[in-house]
């Protein structure tokens, strides 16, 4: 069964920086879509970013646009989130997300695997 596995996550003071990494088990991001969602606390998830399969055109949300960037290692099947100029705003819970459906682009219809998340604290 697919399995999407976050690290990264850690806490980081105003202005750092982290890259967030998500391996795969039965599930190759190439093919897929795949992407990053956050969800802090006490509000509902959200997209961060989105990788569509092959050529790898992204998305990203306004709020993180020109600080985050995704991007995948396509030898080691490794999707990254890489997060600069990080804001209290920032903080929550980081999921790794795919699609299903081969060839995907994004936005998605929707994400079918889910990691279990990886805790991102932007703190002085």
């Known amino acids: 069964q697919v399995q999407l596995v976050e690290s990264g996550g850690g806490l980081v003071q105003p202005g750092g920086s982290l890259r967030l990494s998500c391996e795969a088990s039965?599930?190759?991001?190439?093919?897929?879509?795949s992407g990053w969602f956050r969800q802090a606390p006490g509000k509902e998830r959200e997209e961060v970013s989105c990788i569509s399969s092959s050529d790898g055109v992204t998305n990203y949300a306004d709020s993180v646009k020109d600080r985050f960037i995704i991007y995948r290692d396509n030898a080691k099947n490794i999707l990254y989130l890489q997060m600069n100029d990080l804001k209290f705003e920032d903080t929550g819970v980081y999921y790794c997300?795919?699609?299903?459906?081969?060839?995907?682009?994004?936005?998605?219809?929707?994400?079918?695997?889910w990691g279990k998340g990886t805790l991102v604290t932007v703190s002085p």
């Open positions: 997300a795919g699609d299903r459906v081969e060839g995907s682009t994004c936005p998605t219809a929707g994400m079918n695997y």
């Open positions: 039965m599930f190759t991001f190439y093919y897929y879509a």
